[in-house]
Structure formats: C-alpha cells, structure tokens
C-alpha cells in the first residue's frame, strides 16, 4: 500500500490534467457517471468516497477519504468545508454502520485479491444494515481474452463477476453490475470520441458486459 501512497503523492498536481483532461480520460468519466447518477439518483444518504483521490467524484459523496496528503490538499481547494478524512482504507476511523453507501472508482485494481478483501471486510463493518458497496475493477475476462500482462502493480488487478461473487458471498450480494468501455476508445479519432459514448454504454451494457474494459458492481450488505 506505500507504494501507491507514494505513487499518488507524486502524481497529485498534474494528475487531473494527466488522466482527465483528455478525451479518453472524459470518455471513461462520462461513463462512470452515467452509472453513478442511476445508482444514486434521488437518494438521502451519507455516501463517502474510498481513496477519493484528488476528488474528481467527490460531487456525489458527503466524505471523502484518502491515503494521499498531496491529493486530499486538491480535495480542500475544490470542496472547501466538504469533511475529508487521511487514512488508509483497511483502517477506516468511522463509526461501525454509520455509512449508507460507499463509492471506490480506479482503487481496487491497484491491489492483489488478499487487499481487496481486506478493505471490502472493513466497508462491510461501517456500513448500515442494507448498506451498499459500489466500485470498479476491470474485467478479467476481457484481459484474459486480449492476453494481458503486466510485471508491476499499477492497475494490474482484475475480476471477472464470479470472483467477486465468491469473494463477497458471506458479507454481500451482488445487487447489479455494469460494463464499462467494450469499444477501443483509444483508436477511435478523438474528434469524434464523445458522440461514441451512447453506442459504448449501450453495448457495454448488453450479452457483452463481462468482456467491457471494466466492471462496476453495486454490492448490497447482508
């Protein structure tokens, strides 16, 4: 975990231009938000962001946490009054079920199996009874399909539905999944990218889910 702490330490003032102000990084955004308003439209809770990074989806979360100092200091400038909290996600200093619903975007796939399931067993302790889990892992059965490979830790996790299903199984149920990015963004022209986002969503989100880049999954807690 130091590693990543570090890593998003160095990173924290040219991370937002690096990944989100591109047209790639505003399609994956465009997307995860396309869900995010359907699972949290119209609801009265208390959500908090897990490793909410420099607080790019803070906008739909009451608290945010992060292990990052040097990206919590971009949360405060942009929600300034917003409550953040600097802690690792294994060790949460809140309250056992005091949160509704708990959001973690482009964390998970930075651990290995044993770490995801810590942090889950930890989400599960701060969640109220019905509480939910909602996050993203790219999917494993799109990279065993591309044969993909890497020797470090960034990004280099994934699961397919059925791991997540198992691993959760005596603390959640999975309530519903999305996929997220079937078609290679990165080779369609960017001019033309943001008129693609409807066709993506709409095939990502179809027989095919399990082979789009990413799945999000909403768990409900048992």
């Known amino acids: 975990m130091n590693q990543v702490i570090q890593y998003y330490d160095k990173i924290a003032t040219s991370y937002d231009a690096d990944r989100f102000g591109n047209s790639y990084g505003r399609f994956i955004d465009a997307q995860e938000r396309k869900v995010l308003n359907h699972l949290l439209a119209d609801r009265k809770e208390i959500v908090l962001d897990l490793a909410c990074g420099s607080g790019r989806l803070l906008s739909y979360a009451n608290i945010g946490?992060?292990?990052s100092a040097e990206m919590l200091k971009l949360v405060n400038?942009?929600?300034p009054g917003k409550p953040t909290i600097h802690a690792e996600a294994d060790a949460i200093p809140l309250d056992a079920a005091s949160v509704d619903t708990v959001i973690s975007f482009h964390f998970f796939m930075h651990l290995d199996h044993a770490g995801v399931a810590k942090?889950?067993?930890e989400v599960h302790r701060v969640l109220k009874d019905g509480g939910r889990l909602i996050f993203d892992i790219p999917s494993g059965k799109r990279r065993k399909l591309l044969g993909y490979t890497t020797d470090t830790w960034?990004?280099?996790?994934s699961a397919t539905l059925e791991d997540i299903t198992q691993m959760v199984q005596d603390k959640f149920v999975v309530k519903s999944s999305y996929?997220?990015?079937l078609l290679p963004v990165h080779r369609i022209p960017k001019?033309?990218?943001r008129f693609c986002i409807w066709l993506d969503y709409l095939l990502a989100n179809s027989f095919l889910k399990e082979y789009s880049?990413?799945?999000i999954?909403?768990?409900?807690?048992k």
Request: aromatic residues 8%; without cysteine.
């Open 65 to 67: 946490l992060d292990a």
């Open 77 to 79: 400038e942009k929600f």
């Open 119 to 121: 942090i889950v067993s």
């Open 154 to 157: 960034h990004g280099a996790h």
């Open 179 to 181: 996929g997220l990015l």
């Open 191 to 193: 001019r033309i990218r």
């Open 213 to 215: 880049s990413y799945l």
């Open 217 to 221: 999954l909403e768990l409900r807690k």
